[in-house]
């Protein structure tokens, strides 16, 4: 079942949000967070593969109804927008 922004902003408040570029399978990236894959993760957020959203991305969400996928990675949420 998607998530709605609703559910994800509490987690962006508290900086536990991460976006998942298109492209990147969203399970291997939560596999590699849960364990503990440093030299992958690291890659991923130097090449911005996986970044936490922007103010612009935000704000948008919050004006328009956009769905996610998203898994919980404790503490992290990693989402992606499902594209129309």
């Known amino acids: 079942m998607p998530a709605t922004w609703a ?5 962006a408040r508290r900086q536990g949000l991460f976006l998942v ?4 399978d969203l399970a291997e990236v939560a596999a590699a967070v849960a364990a503990d894959d ?3 993760v690291k ?3 130097d090449d911005e593969s996986l970044r936490r959203p922007t103010l ?3 704000t948008t969400w919050q004006d328009e109804p956009v769905a ?6 404790q503490p992290f949420v990693l989402c992606r927008p499902i594209a129309d």
């Open 7 to 11: 559910a994800l902003e509490p987690h």
């Open 21 to 24: 570029r298109e492209g990147l």
């Open 38 to 40: 440093q030299a992958k």
């Open 43 to 45: 890659v991923w957020i």
């Open 56 to 58: 612009d991305e935000v």
């Open 68 to 73: 996610f996928y998203a898994v919980i990675v």
